[in-house]
């Protein structure tokens, strides 16, 4: 796996085409309300927009993208709810696998897996275990994940891994915890987005958002498309990434 610079430890290469993508897929319920539909109608409509943003990301040449499914908290919601998404989850991984792999997609799952149905959890590991040669593109998708679960995850099993670090936690430092990230082996998302008109994170990637340009729009999740990612990516275009250096810096080193 290859070594990512920490944003905030140097200066990251930085692309026209972001290189990870890490959406925030938001406003299912609303897109469905506005149609007199039942909420499960926007989340399978969801899934079209998955396939076809997935498609399209690939084709632009971004290397990652990260989509997050299910948060930690969205267990709050009405059971019949949470059931329906974790059926749609597993009917979207037997039903897209096969595409995935012959279109060069590696598929990755994050989150606490382990409040699952086991049924769930053998297919992802049935589908994260696929080797794709020479893939395009990763996609990681996050399914009961939240970012304070990650970062304390990490730390839990660097202390027991490294006993040493735990006797002497000054030694603990960035490079010691990013390998026990869920993220691990991934570059830092360059860009965010979040549809459905909300400006949060929501637990998202806490920690690997640190320096990531941040994209909000109002459009719901099932009307996401590629002109939808490209005015996104236009907008990522737009911005000057100084990583805390300033702008004077940034042209001198162009
Ligand atoms: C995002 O859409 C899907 C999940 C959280 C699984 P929502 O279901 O949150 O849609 P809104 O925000 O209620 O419109
Ligand atoms: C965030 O959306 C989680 C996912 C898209 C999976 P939510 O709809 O759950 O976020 P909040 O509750 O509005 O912050
Ligand atoms: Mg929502």
């Known amino acids: ?25 938001d406003g299912n319920g609303r897109w469905a309300t506005s149609r007199l539909l039942p909420r499960v109608a926007g989340h399978a409509k969801g899934v079209e927009a998955v396939r076809n943003t997935v498609e399209a990301c690939a084709r632009r040449g971004v290397e990652f993208l990260t989509l997050f499914a299910f948060s930690s908290e969205n267990w709050r919601r009405p059971p019949d709810e949470v059931s329906l998404l974790m059926r749609l989850f597993m009917t979207a991984l037997q039903r897209e696998l096969a595409g995935l792999t012959e279109n060069g997609i590696r598929l990755r799952v994050v989150g606490d897996l382990s409040a699952f149905e086991p049924r769930i959890r053998e297919l992802v590991e049935v589908a994260t275990a696929r080797p794709v040669p020479a ?73 690997q958002l640190a320096y990531t340009e941040l994209y909000f729009t109002d459009t719901f999740w099932p009307d996401f498309d590629a002109a939808a990612l490209d005015k996104a990516i236009l907008s990522y275009r737009s911005r000057e990434r100084r990583f805390g250096q300033t702008s004077a810096q940034i042209a001198a080193s162009a």
């Open 1 to 25: 796996m290859p070594v990512f610079t920490s944003s905030t430890v140097g200066l990251p290469d930085v692309r026209e085409v972001p290189r990870h993508v890490a959406i925030i897929m």
């Open 135 to 207: 893939a395009r593109m990763t996609l990681t998708v996050a399914a009961n994940y939240g970012g304070r679960w990650d970062i304390l995850q990490a730390m839990r099993r660097l202390l027991v891994e490294r006993p040493d670090l735990a006797a002497d936690p000054r030694l603990i430092d960035e490079a010691a915890l990013e390998p026990f990230l869920a993220m691990a082996g991934c570059p830092e998302p360059d860009l965010f987005i979040r549809t459905g008109g909300e400006q949060r994170i929501s637990n998202f990637l806490l920690w």
